[in-house]
């Protein structure tokens, strides 16, 4: 079992960056893809980024460019930097994980004005 502790959201102007952090409760060595969602209010929850322990990274095509998705071993850790933030990118911002089933943390708001 994982617990995923989500923190680092907040209120930002546009242009602006946020760093999220997803806190696992288990050595994250052994849980091979990690990546963050976002949901925006009206709208179905979305792949934002995603690492794997081999250390491939994916993005969706609207952060890409502008996010960067990392891990730290030591700390148990996934990080998602954001830079360049637009109102577009306004939602509650999830970490999933996957090993035998999916876990998700409770979510941090993220809201960028214009």
């Known amino acids: 079992q994982v617990q995923l502790v989500e923190s680092g959201g907040g209120l930002v102007q546009s242009g602006g960056s946020l760093r999220l952090s997803c806190v696992a409760s288990?050595?994250?060595?052994?849980?091979?893809?990690m990546d963050w969602y976002r949901q925006a209010p009206g709208k179905e929850r979305e792949f934002v980024a995603a690492?794997?322990?081999?250390?491939?990274?994916n993005y969706a095509d609207s952060v890409k460019d502008r996010f960067t998705i990392s891990r730290d071993i030591l700390r148990n850790t996934m990080y998602l930097n954001m830079n360049n933030l637009k109102p577009e990118d306004t939602a509650v911002y999830y970490c999933?994980?996957?090993?035998?089933?999916?876990?998700w943390g409770q979510g941090t708001q993220v809201t960028v004005s214009s």
């Open positions: 999933h994980a996957f090993t035998s089933r999916n876990y």
């Open positions: 288990r050595n994250i060595l052994s849980i091979n893809t």
């Open positions: 690492t794997t322990g081999g250390g491939e990274r």
